[in-house]
C-alpha cells in the first residue's frame, strides 16, 4: 500500500489573518502554484483509490484542486482525524476504514506530517514543507513503512 502525504499550500500568513485559524484559506498565490502542481500530479499516474483532507479550509482547497485536476473529486472525503493533531493512532483508524485501498493521498498538516512519516519509517528526520508531497510504502498495515520519495513544491511546480 502506498500512502500519499501532501501538505496543504501556501496560505494566508497565520500572523496576519484575522479570522478564525479553521477557516485561513489558501492565498491567490496558493491556488496557482497548487494548481500547476496538481498538473504535474496528472503526469505522475498516481492511482489513488481515495483523497482524504483535513476540513481545514486550507487543506479542503488544496485537495479539491488536486481532485480536480486529477478528475477523481467522486474520490474525494473530508475526515476529521486529519485535522491538526493528526498521528499514528489516527492513521490506523483511517487505514482500517478504507481497507481495500492501495493508495491513499492525504492531505493535511505540519508538524503532524513529519511526525507521522518519521515514526511510520521507523525514526527519521523530516519536514514537510507547503505543497511538498511524500510516498510511503507499508509493508503491511501495521504502520511501518518506508519512505520511497519526498517532493518539495518547487520541483512538482513547472
Known amino acids: 500500500m502506498r500512502l500519499y502525504f501532501l501538505r496543504h499550500g501556501l496560505a494566508a500568513d497565520r ?55 486529477l478528475n477523481q473529486t467522486d474520490k474525494l472525503a473530508q475526515d476529521e482525524r486529519l485535522s491538526p493533531g493528526f498521528g499514528s493512532n489516527q492513521l490506523a483508524k483511517i487505514l482500517k476504514t478504507y481497507p481495500e485501498a492501495q493508495a491513499l493521498m492525504l492531505v493535511g498538516h505540519e508538524p503532524d506530517f513529519s511526525q507521522v512519516i518519521g515514526d511510520l519509517i521507523g525514526g527519521g528526520r523530516l519536514t514537510c514543507k507547503k505543497g511538498s508531497l511524500a510516498c510511503v510504502e507499508l509493508t503491511d498495515r501495521s504502520l511501518h513503512g518506508v519512505l520511497v520519495w519526498l517532493i518539495p513544491a518547487s520541483v512538482l511546480v513547472v
Not at 496576519?16 to 504535474?40: H, I, N, S, V
Not at 476540513?55 to 488544496?62: C, D, I, K, S
Open 15 to 69: 500572523e496576519t489573518w484575522t479570522g478564525d485559524d479553521f477557516d485561513r484559506p489558501l492565498t491567490d498565490q496558493g491556488k496557482e502554484r497548487m494548481a500547476r502542481e496538481a498538473a504535474t500530479l496528472v503526469e505522475m499516474s498516481l492511482d489513488l483509490d481515495v483523497i482524504l483532507t483535513s476540513p481545514l479550509v486550507r487543506a479542503y482547497q488544496t485537495a479539491e484542486i488536486v481532485a480536480q485536476h
